[in-house]
């Protein structure tokens, strides 16, 4: 496929798509670039914070991601981020340098000690908004080599992609369309059940364990009970504590679930003919044979 | 305008559980949810119970839930509620918007969520006051004891006023707390609204109750339990960031030496691993947060998540170009100290 020459982004992987979700970061490069998404990693780039770090030292936060932003800056390039988490913090971080000349006065303080200023100038966007928004689903049904028609797939957007609205405008959040616009751009059924917009309980999951595991065993099994072959959603991290508390989630509900957890860029890879192993489907807690079955694949 | 609302209703002396009744009502133009419901109580069914007091958005007694949200009957345009109700039936359904008729789907209007129901649209509130007086939700002034100053005039400067002006509009109208899915899975979580509150005190320069606040709040079911989802700050009918001031609790009480909390551990677990290597130790994070026995009694996820090849280095590889990163935080910490 041609590639539409402005679709080219500084590709911010986060921490978590190097580490604990490798098959993550494996999907979005092999899909961007059958799309003709061009995608320049950021090895420089420093982690987000999560916010974790914005919680106890907010300045050193802001400076942190201001590097970020200025890397990509240098580069001409907007970022493109694959966690909710990742997204939310640099836009927070942008729009914070954006509005407060003070945060900025610091924050180009700070960076003149390692030769970088910010000048406001880089937009941060997700892979789910480029797909929905700037590529579109209509060039993606276009795209499709394999229309993954009788899966039922339930959108799990997670929040941090979705609120606060005024830092993420792209979907409804009470009412979001991007996932499902997705889900049927590639052949597949999504299903409507209670819990799409909800929280995962992640960034309490170690904390607070038994609370985390109530708020996300509750979306699996409305999930399950409508039917759902699998649950897909944009985040990392939600996916994390989907996939791989999973368990624990069925000891809490005292229900056998085995639902897999894929990420968005793994649904697509597939419809767009790119081999499973490829986008290591076989690197999940939760097996995700019974969506390749479902399909006519299997993990060679 | 005919609107068709589908209202909760539940008598606890005759129902085992709520239903939905349905009413169809002629209002004038520009109508809210509150006087619909008004509308409802005056000529349809004089049974309907529900809260009010002011109709204008100050006292907050009418808050409920609309189409599955949390907000204020009185400040609700029957006629955007119609077309949410609409919208969201057509993803429902899994439909495009215009393939369903705004009018056809009934505007669905419930409780608010995380309180017992006493009858139809109000709610018991105890337990939601119980966790607001717990934060003392006034100025502490400095101990009459040690300060013969004390019925001295406090004055507040605009910049220090600034601090507190958004979270002063507060209505306790507990759209919040309905909306807060870490209280709903664990019901003790003291909650947005009293964090908001206690945040409000905290940081106004006329309290001097912010160690002991902070202190209550670092327990178990306090400021570290929130999960994050911004749903209060999304929700709060005067946009007041109420996430936000959760997120600045936290720092305050970091600051003031309380991380004892596995929260506030896990916070300072991801500063530890930005200096050391400029990105997430996730193999330490735990082993920080709630220590070696926590870590080794999980051994059994972990054996899962590494047979998925799904476990973290132990050691993080520092990024690229890692002196970069350690020069502008070295020079945030010094501009800091020097402040």
């Known amino acids: 496929m041609s590639a539409p020459s402005d679709l080219s982004y500084a590709y911010y992987t986060g921490c978590v798509a190097k580490e604990s979700t490798r098959e993550l970061d494996a999907a979005t490069q092999a899909v961007c670039h059958v799309l003709g998404i061009d995608l320049h990693e950021m090895p420089a780039a420093p982690c987000c914070g999560a916010g974790d770090v914005q919680e106890i030292a907010p300045r050193l936060n802001t400076a942190v991601n201001a590097l970020t932003l200025a890397q990509a800056e240098r580069e001409g390039r907007d970022i493109l981020t694959i966690c909710n988490i990742c997204n939310l913090n640099l836009r927070q971080a942008n729009a914070e340098l954006r509005d407060d000349a003070a945060a900025l006065e610091r924050a180009n303080r700070a960076l003149s000690a390692a030769g970088y200023s910010y000048g406001g100038g880089t937009e941060v966007t997700h892979l789910l908004w480029v797909l929905y928004r700037d590529f579109g689903p209509t060039r993606l049904r276009a795209a499709v080599q394999r229309r993954l028609a009788g899966l039922k797939v339930a959108p799990f957007y997670g929040c941090q992609i979705l609120r606060p609205s005024a830092v993420n405008p792209v979907d409804d959040p009470d009412n979001p369309q991007s996932l499902e616009a997705i889900i049927e751009a590639v052949g597949a059924e999504p299903v409507s059940y209670d819990g799409r917009t909800r929280c995962c309980g992640w960034p309490i999951v170690v904390a607070r364990e038994e609370t985390a595991v109530v708020m996300s065993s509750q979306i699996l099994a409305n999930a399950k009970h409508a039917g759902a072959d699998a649950i897909v959603t944009p985040c990392p991290l939600c996916h994390l504590s989907l996939d791989a508390y999973q368990e624990k989630a069925e000891r809490a509900t005292g229900h056998e679930l085995r639902l897999p957890i894929l990420h968005l860029p793994q649904l697509v890879g597939l419809a767009l003919g790119i081999p499973p192993r490829q986008l290591r489907l076989q690197g999940h807690v939760v097996s995700t044979r019974l969506v390749l079955s479902k399909l006519g694949l299997a993990l060679v | ?339």
């Not at chain 2, 349809?44 to 609309?66: E, K, M, N, P, T």
């Not at chain 2, 359904?93 to 008729?101: L, M, N, P």
């Not at chain 2, 870590?295 to 990024?319: C, D, E, M, Y």
Request: glycine letters at 6%.
């Open chain 2, 1 to 339: 305008m005919r609107a068709v609302f589908d209202i909760s209703r539940f008598n606890p002396q005759t129902d085992r559980a709520p239903r939905l009744q349905r009413y169809e009502v002629e209002l004038p133009d520009g109508a809210t949810v509150l006087e619909a419901l008004i509308e409802v109580q005056d000529r349809h069914d004089g049974s309907l119970a529900f809260r009010r007091a002011c109709r204008h958005g100050i006292c907050g007694s009418c808050a409920v839930r609309i189409n599955g949200c949390a907000r204020l009957a009185c400040s609700a345009q029957v006629s955007t509620m119609i077309e949410q109700a609409a919208a969201m039936a057509a993803r429902r359904r899994g439909v495009s918007d215009d393939q369903v008729e705004v009018g056809s789907v009934p505007v669905r209007v419930e409780p608010l969520g995380n309180m017992p129901v006493i009858k139809d649209l109000v709610t018991d509130t105890e337990a939601f006051w119980r966790k607001v007086r717990r934060v003392r939700p006034w100025l502490d002034p400095a101990d009459p004891q040690r300060d013969p100053e004390r019925d001295a005039e406090r004055p507040q400067k605009p910049v220090e006023w600034d601090k507190v002006a958004e979270a002063v509009l507060c209505l306790e109208c507990g759209v919040c707390y309905s909306e807060c899915p870490a209280l709903s899975a664990s019901p003790e979580f003291i909650g947005p609204t009293a964090l908001a509150k206690a945040h409000r005190y905290t940081v106004d320069n006329r309290d001097v109750a912010a160690h002991s606040r902070l202190h209550e709040l670092s327990g178990e079911h306090g400021l570290w339990e929130c999960a994050r989802c911004y749903l209060c700050s999304e929700r709060c009918p005067k946009h007041i960031g109420v996430r936000e001031a959760i997120t600045e609790l936290g720092e305050l009480a970091y600051d003031e030496g309380l991380r004892s909390d596995p929260g506030a551990k896990h916070a300072g677990a991801f500063v530890d691993s930005l200096k050391e290597s400029g990105r997430l130790n996730g193999a330490r994070l735990p082993m920080k947060t709630n220590g070696i026995f926590w870590t080794l009694s999980h051994a059994a996820t972990v054996v899962k998540i590494a047979r998925a090849g799904k476990l973290p280095a132990l050691h993080a590889t520092p990024i690229e170009r890692h002196d970069e990163l350690k020069r502008v935080i070295a020079r945030t910490e010094a501009d800091e100290d020097e402040a």
